[in-house]
Nanobody
């Protein structure tokens, strides 16, 4: 069983930056594809970014150029660097591992205008 714990969320203003972290335990982190999803108020959960075990990143069009996903296998941690944040980025952000097999509990990101 893989346990994922997100950190780094909070309340920021539009244009600010935040870095989310997700630390994994209990599994073979280096072989997992890791991802980030989010759920905004009143909306369906949506894909944000993912990074393969070969360090290839993929992004949703809505965050491309503003967000960067990375991983540190030595620390069993995946990151989501979020720049130029917009109010529409407000959501609960979830970390995933091994595709969508494992999910973190989620962390709130709120961007005020």
């Amino acid at each position: 069983q893989v346990h994922l714990v997100e950190s780094g969320g909070g309340l920021v203003q539009a244009g600010d930056s935040l870095r989310l972290s997700c630390e994994a335990s209990g599994g073979a982190f280096s072989v997992y594809e890791m991802g980030w999803y989010r759920r905004a108020p009143g909306k369906e959960r949506e894909f944000v970014a993912r990074i393969t075990r070969r360090f290839l990143p993929y992004y949703a069009d809505s965050v491309k150029g503003r967000f960067t996903v990375s991983r540190n296998n030595a620390k069993n941690t995946v990151y989501l660097e979020m720049n130029s944040l917009k109010p529409e980025d407000t959501a609960i952000y979830y970390c995933t591992a091994d595709g969508l097999r494992y999910w973190g509990q989620g962390i709130q990101v709120t961007v005020s205008s």
